[in-house]
């Protein structure tokens, strides 16, 4: 498998009804892994839904801070072990 991503840093396929990605783990933390879906799926329901500018911001906030929330502990333990 690590000979497939050899010429390029990523791989996409298509699975049935799933898009597997497949991608260099040099490339991206796994966190921004994380906070690019989390913005590919917003951007999904904001095309699908009909929100406000102000629902979209609140909704944006909101993931923000979910995503502080989860990677606190993570950068508290490594500045602790400094």
């Known amino acids: 498998m690590a000979s497939a991503l ?10 049935g009804d799933e898009i597997l990605v497949r991608l260099n783990a040099s490339v991206m ?4 892994v994380s906070d690019l879906l989390d913005y590919i ?20 906030d909101e993931v923000d801070r ?9 950068i508290d333990e490594k500045l602790r072990g400094r």
């Not at 933390?29 to 921004?32: I, T, V």
């Open 6 to 15: 050899s010429d390029r840093p990523y791989r996409v396929d298509l699975n």
């Open 29 to 32: 933390s796994r966190e921004e």
């Open 41 to 60: 799926f917003l951007e999904k329901v904001r095309r699908q839904a009909s929100l406000s500018p102000e629902q979209i911001a609140e909704l944006a």
């Open 66 to 74: 979910a995503t502080a929330n989860r990677l606190r502990p993570i």
